[in-house]
C-alpha cells in the first residue's frame, strides 16, 4: 500500500528552513489530500509559531516535542507552512497517545512527577496540594528542600517536559482588582510557558470577597446558605474565567460538583470543565443510609444526626441548625432522587459524569474537555473505566482527562493474581541465567 507524506510532495524547502523542515517531512499525508497539493505548492516551510515552539522546547534534531499537532496551510504564495498547534493528546514528533482518554495527576511533588510524567497529560495543582501535601509536609519535601511555591512549580515544570499541561490555581479568586489576578495570571505563564499553563478558576457560588473571612476563623463556616446568593456573586467565577480566557489564557473552571453546574460554566468557555466525585459520592451514600435507618425505624434520632450532617456538610448554614426534622426528610429524599443514588444512572455515583459528557457532546467547545477527578475507594476509578466502554460514550472518551494522586492511579496497575504469578515465574527460574 502506497504511503504519502510531506516527503512525496515535489517542492523544494524554503529557504531557511531546511532544519525544521526535516523534523516534519514524515507526516503523512491522506492520498486525496497529496493529490490536491502536489501540484499547488511551491515551497515546503514553517510558521513563525513552529519556530517559536522549538525555541521554547529544544528538542533532538529529527522530531517535534510532545504536546503539539502538525498541521499544515498551503498559502497564497504556494508554500506550503508547517505549524505546531498546542494538543495534549499528542506525544512527541505529533504521534497520538495510545488511548483517547487521557491522565493527569494531583500533585505537586516533583519526585512523584518525575516516576509519571512520561504517562500524563495534564498536571493539576492548588494551594492545598502545594503547601499542604508538599511544601509543609516533611515526609514528602525532603530535607525541606523546597520552600516556595514558584519553587515547586519550576521543578515541576522541568520534570513534565512539553507533552502535559499544568494547571495552577490562582491564590485569592476573590481578589477585587482584576490586574492583580492578571498579573498572578502572567506570572504563572512566565514560569511554566505560554504552551503549557492553564489557569485554575473556581466556582465562587455564596462566598464573596466579603464573606469569604467567614471560613478563616471561628466556627469556619459561612453565615449564609449556599443558595443565598446575588447574580454578580454567583457569576464571580465565570466573569473571571472568561475575562482571562479573553486574554488568551486557557482556563481550567474547578469546583464543578453538581452536573447543573455544567451547561453554565460552558459559558464562560473553559479550556477544561470538572466532574468531582468523592465528596458528593461519599455524602450521597450517607445520606441514603440516614433516609433508610428513619424509614426502617421511624426514630427521629437519624433524622436529627442527617440534620448535623448538613449543617456539618454547608448544605444548611448554622442558622438552621434547628430547621424541622420534615424538611431535612424532604432534602435528603430530593437529593437521592436527583443524583440517581437508586437507580443505574447513579448509584455508581456518575450521574454527574454521564450528564456533563452528555452536555459536552452537544456544546461548540471543540477543544474543551471533562476532568474527571477526586476519587477514592475500590470502585470509583473501575466504574470511569467501565462508564467510557459504553457505546454512548464511546465518540466522548477524547474529551476525558482522568485526574487524582499519582498512588490512588498506581493501584489500579496491579491484581492480586500478579503476586500469584510472579510467585510462580521467580521460583520457576530461580535466578537461573
Known amino acids: 500500500m502506497l504511503k504519502f507524506g510531506l516527503f512525496s510532495l515535489p517542492a523544494p524547502v524554503a529557504r531557511g528552513d531546511e532544519e525544521y523542515v526535516a523534523r516534519v517531512l514524515d507526516t503523512e499525508l491522506c492520498r486525496d489530500g497529496y493529490l490536491a497539493l502536489r501540484d499547488s505548492v511551491k515551497f515546503i516551510g514553517v510558521t513563525d509559531g513552529f519556530r517559536d515552539v522549538l525555541k521554547e522546547f529544544p528538542t533532538p534534531e529529527g522530531g ?33 497517545r495510545p488511548t483517547k482518554v487521557l491522565y493527569s495527576a494531583d500533585t505537586a511533588d516533583p519526585y512523584e512527577v518525575e516516576v509519571i510524567s512520561p504517562f500524563l497529560a495534564n498536571l493539576t ?31 515541576i515544570g522541568r520534570a513534565l517536559g512539553p507533552g502535559a499541561d499544568i494547571s495552577v490555581e490562582l491564590n485569592n479568586p476573590f481578589e477585587k482588582d482584576f490586574n492583580v489576578l492578571l498579573d498572578e495570571a502572567e506570572k504563572f505563564r512566565d514560569m511554566i510557558g505560554k504552551y503549557r499553563v492553564v489557569i485554575k478558576v473556581p466556582h465562587t457560588g455564596a462566598v464573596t470577597p466579603e464573606n469569604v473571612g467567614q471560613l478563616l476563623e471561628g466556627d469556619k463556616k459561612l453565615e449564609k446558605g449556599y443558595d ?22 486557557r482556563i481550567n473552571f474547578t469546583l464543578m460538583f453538581e452536573p447543573f453546574q455544567t451547561r453554565l460554566a460552558l459559558q464562560a468557555r473553559p479550556y477544561f470543565i470538572n466532574t468531582f466525585l468523592r465528596h458528593r459520592l461519599v455524602q450521597s451514600m450517607k445520606i441514603k443510609e440516614l433516609v433508610d435507618s428513619y424509614d426502617a425505624t ?54 454527574g459524569m454521564r450528564h456533563n ?48 494522586p499519582p498512588d490512588y492511579l498506581a493501584r489500579f496497575t496491579s491484581t492480586n493474581q500478579v503476586i500469584s504469578y510472579q510467585r510462580r515465574f521467580m521460583n520457576a527460574a530461580k535466578g537461573q541465567k
Open 357 to 404: 459528557l452528555r452536555v459536552l457532546k452537544n456544546a461548540d467547545l471543540p477543544d474543551t474537555r471533562l476532568i474527571v477527578c477526586s476519587m477514592e475507594g475500590p470502585y470509583n476509578y473501575p466504574d470511569i473505566d467501565k462508564l467510557l466502554c459504553e457505546d454512548e460514550f464511546a465518540d466522548m472518551n477524547h474529551k476525558v482527562v482522568i485526574t487524582a
Open 125 to 155: 495543582c492548588n494551594p492545598g496540594i502545594i503547601y499542604d501535601l508538599f511544601i509543609n509536609n516533611p515526609k514528602a519535601n525532603v530535607g525541606n528542600k523546597f520552600k516556595t511555591r514558584d519553587e515547586v512549580m519550576s521543578e
Open 228 to 249: 443565598e446568593i446575588t447574580t454578580a456573586n454567583a457569576m464571580r467565577g465565570h466573569l473571571l474565567a472568561l475575562k482571562l480566557h479573553e486574554r488568551g489564557f
Open 64 to 96: 517535534t516535542p510532545a504536546g503539539f499537532r502538525r498541521d499544515a496551510a498551503l498559502s497564497g504564495d504556494g508554500v506550503l507552512r508547517v505549524d505546531l498547534q498546542r494538543d495534549i493528546s499528542r506525544d512527541k514528533n505529533g504521534i497520538l
Open 298 to 351: 421511624d426514630n427521629p434520632a437519624h433524622l436529627e444526626a442527617l440534620r448535623n450532617f448538613f449543617v456539618n456538610s454547608d448544605y444548611y448554614p448554622p442558622s438552621k441548625a434547628g430547621i424541622d426534622l420534615r424538611e431535612v426528610l424532604r432534602l435528603g429524599r430530593d437529593l437521592i432522587k436527583y443524583r440517581h443514588v437508586e437507580d443505574a444512572q447513579g448509584s455508581d455515583g456518575l450521574d
